[in-house]
């Protein structure tokens, strides 16, 4: 059974940092693409940034550019979000995400096949 497990979330003062860490099990996703997605409350579950499986390449919505970064290392099965230059809407609930086969990092998460539980951003003005 697959599973994607969050941690790093917590609580932090506007400008401040968290690292957000995805472990999964189950299978291994070396080329499948990974993504975050987060739902802040009263809103639509968005897009925040993901990697390619095979070439690493990245993809960023525009919100996120030059404050976040994601990354992965495939011998752990993880992915992971450096979030930097917090803002108060930055505050959400952060999913890690994944696709079953293909390796593009797409920004839909219509096409992500597996979803964590989330974890918990808060960022105080």
């Known amino acids: 059974q697959v599973q994607l497990v969050e941690s790093g979330g917590g609580l932090v003062q506007a400008g401040g940092s968290l690292r957000l860490s995805c472990a999964a099990s189950?299978?291994?996703?070396?080329?499948?693409?990974m993504g975050w997605f987060r739902q802040a409350p009263g809103k639509e579950r968005e897009f925040v940034a993901a990697?390619?499986?095979?070439?690493?390449?990245?993809n960023y919505a525009d919100s996120v550019k030059g404050r976040f970064t994601i990354s992965r290392e495939n011998a752990k099965n993880a992915v992971y979000l450096q979030m930097n230059s917090l803002k108060p809407e930055d505050t959400a609930l952060y999913y890690c995400?994944?696709?079953?086969?293909?390796?593009?990092?797409?920004?839909?998460?219509?096409?992500?096949?597996?979803w964590g539980q989330g974890t918990q951003v808060t960022v105080s003005s």
């Open positions: 189950g299978r291994t996703f070396g080329s499948a693409a």
């Open positions: 990697i390619s499986g095979i070439t690493g390449t990245t």
């Open positions: 995400a994944a696709r079953r086969y293909y390796s593009g990092a797409s920004y839909r998460a219509n096409e992500y096949d597996y």
